[in-house]
């Protein structure tokens, strides 16, 4: 089956420290992208990338730092330099930079204490 | 800048009512598109309209996209409990300095299903 799987789906870890959240996709999509999601909120654009070894920022790229190696994997990196780290983490692809259809993958809930 | 405002945030129906929620941008679309995010889960796209006035059913679901292309609707007829979560709507930005593009994404209404 192809899709998006991020892992884990669940994360813990103490102010202070950097944490790596995963995502791969095997649908053979040149985009990828990274959403926050805050409870009650809309998605925010964090970091997109169009294609391998190109990425750019989004909307609140600030704390954050992505990479794009292979096409399949788009992993982000939350520092310790975001302020406000908890939150639900999307990973998306498309076929083409954002004028398709945007897949999902199940998310990444990451809690910071 | 430029924004979609998506109303209400919230609405409570009864199952069988209808729903209805409405997307404004502050400039004209290229298009728009619609997902559903279940509780719990994670955004799946619905649906994708880009021609001026397009209108779209699929099943108990209308997509609507206004003849300026600066709003859209999605109404769902006689609700059910599968239909509960929230809706988004999320439309192309034009970025001024360069060609690419970004989709920005309205705040979501929640359809919740009174018991």
């Known amino acids: 089956d192809g899709g998006i799987t991020q892992s884990p789906k669940y994360l813990f870890r103490k102010e202070g420290q950097n944490v790596t959240l995963s995502c791969e996709q095997n649908?053979?999509?040149?985009?990828m992208y990274w959403y926050r999601q805050d409870p009650g909120q809309g998605l925010r654009l964090i970091y997109y990338?169009?294609?391998?070894?190109?990425?750019q920022k989004g909307d609140i790229a600030e704390g954050y730092s992505v990479s794009r190696e292979k096409k399949e994997s788009f992993p982000l990196t939350v520092t310790s330099a975001q302020k406000n780290p908890t939150a639900f983490y999307l990973c998306?692809?498309?076929?083409?930079?954002?004028?398709?259809?945007?897949?999902f993958g199940p998310g990444t809930r990451l809690t910071v204490t | 800048g430029q924004q979609v405002m998506q109303i209400p945030q919230y609405q409570h129906v009864q199952e069988g009512e209808d729903f209805t929620t409405y997307c404004n941008s502050s400039t004209t679309l290229s298009n728009i598109q619609w997902y559903k995010q279940r509780p719990g889960g994670h955004p799946v796209f619905l649906i994708q309209l880009v021609k001026s006035g397009e209108v779209k059913k699929q099943k108990r679901l209308t997509f609507q996209f206004g003849e300026a292309k600066k709003n859209s609707s999605l109404h769902i007829t006689a609700t059910q409990t599968t239909d509960v979560g929230t809706y988004f709507c999320a439309g192309p930005k034009t970025r001024t300095m360069d060609s690419n593009y970004q989709l920005i994404w309205g705040a979501g209404t929640k359809l919740i299903i009174k018991p």
């Open positions: 990338s169009q294609i391998v070894n190109d990425f």
């Open positions: 998306a692809s498309s076929i083409a930079l954002w004028i398709y259809e945007q897949y």
């Open positions: 649908l053979n999509h040149d985009a």
